[in-house]
Structure formats: C-alpha cells, structure tokens
C-alpha cells in the first residue's frame, strides 16, 4: 500500500516556476514508477511526465517537454515536479500517482495510488 500526499501548488503568473512535491509512505515506493497527471477544468485527466524507479529514466508529455523536470529521492520518499516558464493552459489540478513495477507508463490506468490533487493557477 502507498499513501500519496502532494504539496506545492498555488496561484502563479505566467512565466513563473513552481515546484509540486509528493511525499510517498509505504516500502514499495523505491520499486514503483511514478508519475503526475494533470486534470484542467473541463478536460480528462492527462499525463504529464513519469520516472522509472531508478530515476534514470524519465518521459514528458509534449507541451511540458523542456520546461518541467521531473524527480524523485528513493531515501526521502518523494517525487517532484519542477514546473519552469508556466503558461496558462498549465492551469490544472495536479496529481502525484504510483504504480506497482518500476517501468514508467503514459497511461494512467497503469497506476495504482494517487494523492489527493494539489491547484496550480496560472494567470496571464
């Protein structure tokens, strides 16, 4: 079982940074791939970016390739979303996410464990 807490999110004008956190508790969280999604008003629940166990590997959605990194501390138990030069299509709720198996997926049917959602408000 993983517990998943997100933190971070806020109100923003664009062009700004911000970081989202994810505190993880549970023993697997070393061995699952990890993930955020975003879910903006109106729209589906989509994939943002994904990390192996390892940290070595890692994938982004298009819109966010080159402006959000994302990251993760196996001795912490946390993940992060580093969001640089936000736009305000990146206005969403923001959710941390887990899944059995350290291989990332783009999928969110894929993930097992997902944090209640942190508000990330961006204005023109």
């Known amino acids: 079982q993983v517990q998943l807490v997100e933190s971070g999110g806020g109100l923003v004008q664009a062009g700004d940074s911000l970081r989202l956190s994810c505190a993880a508790s549970g023993r697997t969280f070393s061995s699952s791939a990890m993930a955020w999604f975003r879910q903006g008003p109106g729209k589906e629940r989509e994939f943002v970016a994904t990390?192996?166990?390892?940290?070595?590997?890692?994938e982004y959605t298009d819109s966010v390739e080159g402006r959000f990194t994302i990251a993760r501390d196996n001795a912490k138990n946390t993940v992060s979303l580093q969001m640089n030069s936000l736009k305000p299509e990146d206005t969403a709720v923001y959710y941390c996410?887990?899944?059995?198996?350290?291989?990332?997926?783009?999928?969110?049917?894929?993930?097992?464990?997902w944090g209640q959602g942190t508000r990330v408000t961006v204005s023109s």
């Open positions: 996410a887990a899944k059995a198996g350290g291989i990332t997926s783009r999928s969110r049917w894929s993930y097992d464990y």
């Open positions: 990390i192996n166990w390892s940290g070595r590997s890692t």
